[in-house]
């Protein structure tokens, strides 16, 4: 229901008519409803859904997921990068020194990914949170409506 | 003579005040329909595009450049002050510099990825608030969304290249202690400068890795505390 409502169109009466007033009344709260069940209740479904233990991990994972993707090419950018800056001064790596740069970025890449996940994952958990309860994310919680 | 006078209808007829409040009721569904539904089903829309790839894309993508740049800048400054680019202490301040950027860069996607799946939760809850008629919180733009992000992912780049420098400046106070330990450290092959560094030079740049190292693992395994 996302075109426009004629509410009288429903109703066949105005207000004036016999029990025009009840019945328009009536046709408003039913349009209402109506309106709430087929436009925005889906969407408090697909919320609870991802508010649900397996909703957050889903997200949490796909977060997490792309993060380990991003990483992927951390040690060949900070090689080349590197490679690239000694060649601006008319210099090339010995071999000794790309070893060194390797492993520096491998260590970290490593340390880099741990910390980032890590983020991910505190603020995935603080983030259901404030689903289920209210905060920062949402006016109302889904559960907890203290407010 | 009758007293019967009760025999009319028992129906209760709607009064003034009934009839407004219907003409008023079906007046204000009738602007809803006009006026708020259309701005609802762009907004609704909106927030559908947030949830996508697209657009965690595109704020990771804007956060990691932005962090980048800021480095960059560093980078130049550093490379324009003055060092020997021959020199090993030049090709290691560089790999050390590039890893900051690096790091920059993913903190920055990662972060940008993370707020903009914030950012559709958050609207998710704002179409709910204007289902159920309440107000709905202002959203954060893309630009801030990605400001933020990359603001995040600098300062923790910035961090870990400070630590960098500190440790730097605190290799002179070592020498003298550490010059046989640094002689062995080159002797097992740990260093590439063995062979253009000082003996100095060649120890501190174990303890240097360990120590970047440490303060990430050190961060990781830190407090718990709300992402900024």
Redesign the interface.
């Known amino acids: 229901m996302s075109e426009y409502i004629n509410i009288y169109d429903h109703i066949n009466a105005n207000v004036g008519d016999d029990r025009g007033a009840e019945k328009t009344q009536a046709a408003v709260t039913r349009a209402m409803w109506d309106e709430y069940e087929s436009t925005y209740l889906p969407y408090l479904t697909d919320l609870a859904q991802i508010g649900s233990r397996e909703g957050q991990q889903e997200m949490t994972d796909d977060l997490v997921g792309g993060i380990k993707d991003n990483y992927n090419n951390y040690t060949d950018r900070v090689t080349g990068r590197t490679e690239r800056t000694s060649q601006r001064y008319g210099l090339s790596q010995t071999p000794r020194q790309s070893a060194y740069t390797e492993r520096l970025a491998e260590l970290n890449k490593a340390a880099g990914l741990n910390r980032d996940t890590y983020k991910a994952r505190i603020d995935a958990a603080n983030r259901t949170e404030a689903l289920l309860t209210g905060g920062a994310l949402s006016k109302e919680g889904l559960v907890d409506n203290r407010g | 003579m009758s007293g019967g006078g009760g025999g009319g209808s028992s129906e209760i007829r ?1 009064t003034e005040a ?2 407004a ?3 008023v ?2 007046a204000k ?2 602007t809803y ?2 006026h708020y ?1 259309p701005l ?2 762009q907004y ?1 829309d909106r927030v559908d595009d947030i949830g996508g790839d697209n657009y ?1 894309n595109l704020v990771s993508g804007m956060a990691a450049n932005q962090a980048t740049a800021g480095l960059r800048q560093e980078s130049k400054d550093m ?1 324009q002050g003055g060092l020997n ?2 020199s ?1 202490q030049f ?2 301040k ?3 510099l ?2 900051a ?3 920059s ?3 920055g ?3 940008g ?2 707020a903009a ?2 950012a559709y ?2 609207g ?9 008629g ?4 202002a959203m954060s733009s893309t630009r801030s969304l990605a400001d933020v992000s990359s603001r995040n992912a600098v300062m ?1 780049a910035r961090s870990d290249f400070a630590d960098y420098q500190n440790s730097q400046a605190n290799k002179g106070a070592l020498v003298g202690v550490a010059a046989a330990a640094g002689k062995g450290y080159m002797a097992g092959g740990g ?5 253009q560094a000082s003996s100095q030079y060649g120890l501190m ?1 174990g303890s240097e ?1 360990s120590n ?2 440490g303060t ?2 050190g ?2 395994g830190g407090p ?4 900024q």
């Open positions: 709607e009934e009839k409040l219907a003409e009721a079906a569904f009738d329909q006009k539904k609802e089903a609704r965690q490379y680019p021959n090993g090709h290691k560089s790999a050390v590039n890893n950027i690096e790091k860069r993913q903190a996607m990662a972060q990825q993370q799946q914030n939760l958050s998710m809850a704002n179409i709910n608030a204007i289902g159920t309440q107000e709905a919180a923790d260093s590439p400068y063995a062979d740049q890795q970047m190292i990430q693992m961060f990781a718990i505390k709300p992402y």
